[in-house]
């Protein structure tokens, strides 16, 4: 039997990421990926949906050429097989560099499905993979998400895709009905119709991106609307076949909605199966492991982070919890997980980010706030290089002016919204903001035009 001083269940961003840390901190660490190493995000999520949207986002730039005073010789034309491929390379060179990362730290790589088989007499764990034995003293659990799969009649005779069937495809859909309005579902969305494709959205809720800001979500759906996708919203999926979908309207009435392809995006399910968590009476809440502020599981060492604590289903949340649990086993206790500044992006053209607390967020808790909103056509930068593009900036403060959240509708948006993030983290005022200087042009410049605005 190989023993460790810590094995990492999953090679996603949190795993692979804590295994690296861990090992580069003196731990004798094992990594346990039953598919590939990257996980769902560099594999089929977060990475391959950019590289497709970069190249879309770059043809809508090509076609808006005249613009900005620029002549182009007869219509761009995309070839999607090789928008595919750049697609798959970028991902293999990433998944490459991972696997160096990992074993230039010294972390053991074991290809296999690992479950935890008991807990040994002398506190360590007993963990089988691959028809192998190991054991450890501590385990960290980052077994992720897929996708959830509703039970709608006829679906599985269908033919539908998920997310890695729509980033396999060498070749457009003729046409798609998109099943949820989430963040997933939205960006295929973008990228499809800057391709030509026809699009359809179907959403059960009252909006899309869920409880992302009321207001700019219809702003964003506007822009989509314009370009032609059609959105059926408080909609619910009755039926499915490989003609399309039949829908039930709000007012209850059935419409068959036809299409040559349909994407499931109806929300993400923890995976926390088969890793032998019952037996050794893990608290789970709804299928996730139930994690406190240090990622720390119900039982002693033993710890959870990302996707499967279902607490932040986002890449960038997963790295954060698994550094925070390899910095309790080795025996920090100043390092608490916190979740009041993690951003969210929608990589859709124009982007959206969110982080901390929302308008609808705040009024639902009766919780009074100060609200700070402005154009961002404010920024010369912005209009400058979005030519008749809108977006809109939202601030908002508690009564003292300390800043609590941010939303922004307006590219480039993700890169923005960290600089929100880190002033909730550091619990910093509008003055605070208002004495910061600000590189002129730039987008940023927003986040300075908004302060100096009275609070609504």
């Known amino acids: 039997m190989t023993t460790f001083d810590l094995i990492v269940i999953g090679g996603g961003p949190g795993g692979y990421n804590a295994a690296a ?68 390379k970028i991902v293999r060179k990433l ?44 385990i960290l659990l980052c077994t992720g998400s897929e996708t959830a799969v509703p039970p709608i009649p006829g679906l599985a005779e269908s033919g539908y895709w998920t997310s890695r069937e729509a980033l396999e495809a060498k070749e457009l859909p003729e046409s798609v009905v998109v099943i949820g309005g989430g963040v997933i579902g939205m960006e295929f969305v973008s990228v499809w119709t800057s391709f030509g494709v026809p699009v359809t959205v179907v959403e059960m809720l009252p909006k899309i991106l869920g409880r992302m800001d009321s207001e700019l979500s219809l702003e964003l759906m506007k822009e989509y609307e314009k370009r032609g996708v059609k959105f059926y919203l408080g909609t619910k999926v009755v039926a499915a076949s490989p003609a399309g979908i039949t829908v039930e309207t709000p007012e209850g009435e059935q419409k068959e909605i036809k299409a040559a ?65 390899v910095h309790r086993i080795l025996g920090r206790e100043d390092d608490p997980m916190r979740y009041d500044a993690i951003p969210g992006v929608i990589y859709t053209h124009p982007e959206f980010a969110s982080v901390g607390a929302t308008e609808d967020d705040l009024k639902a808790a009766g919780t009074p706030y100060r609200l700070r909103k402005i154009q961002m056509a404010f920024s010369g930068r912005f209009v400058v290089e979005n030519e008749g593009g809108n977006g809109l900036f939202k601030l ?61």
């Open 21 to 88: 840390l861990a090992a580069e901190s003196g731990l004798k660490t094992a990594l346990f990926e039953k598919n590939k190493v990257g996980g769902v995000c560099l594999n089929e999520g977060c990475i391959p949906t950019k590289a497709l949207l970069h190249s879309a986002n770059l043809l809508d730039e090509i076609r808006e050429a005249k613009k900005y005073g620029i002549t182009l010789e007869g219509a761009p034309a995309a070839d999607y097989a090789k928008v595919a491929a750049r697609k798959s």
């Open 95 to 138: 998944v490459l560099g991972v696997v160096q990362k990992l074993k230039k730290a010294g972390v053991e790589i074991i290809e296999a499905q690992a479950s935890i088989a008991a807990k040994n007499s002398d506190g360590t764990f007993l963990v089988k993979a691959g028809g192998e034995e190991y054991s450890a003293r501590d």
């Open 261 to 325: 392809r349909i994407l499931l995006s109806a929300g993400r399910r923890v995976v926390s199966r088969d890793l032998g968590l019952a037996a050794l009476g893990v608290e789970m809440n709804r299928g996730a492991i139930v994690t406190d502020e240090y990622q720390q599981t119900s039982v002693p060492h033993l710890y959870a982070a990302g996707d499967v604590t279902a607490r932040s289903m986002l890449a960038h949340s997963a790295i954060r919890m698994g550094e925070v649990a």
């Open 396 to 456: 908002l403060t508690d009564t003292d002016d300390r800043v609590i959240g941010a939303q922004m509708l307006g590219n480039p948006a993700s890169e923005l919204i960290f600089y929100i993030g880190q002033a909730i983290t550091q619990r910093l005022t509008i003055e605070d903001l208002r004495k910061q200087v600000y590189p002129h042009p730039t987008v940023g410049e927003i986040i300075h035009e908004a302060v100096n605005e009275p609070a609504l």
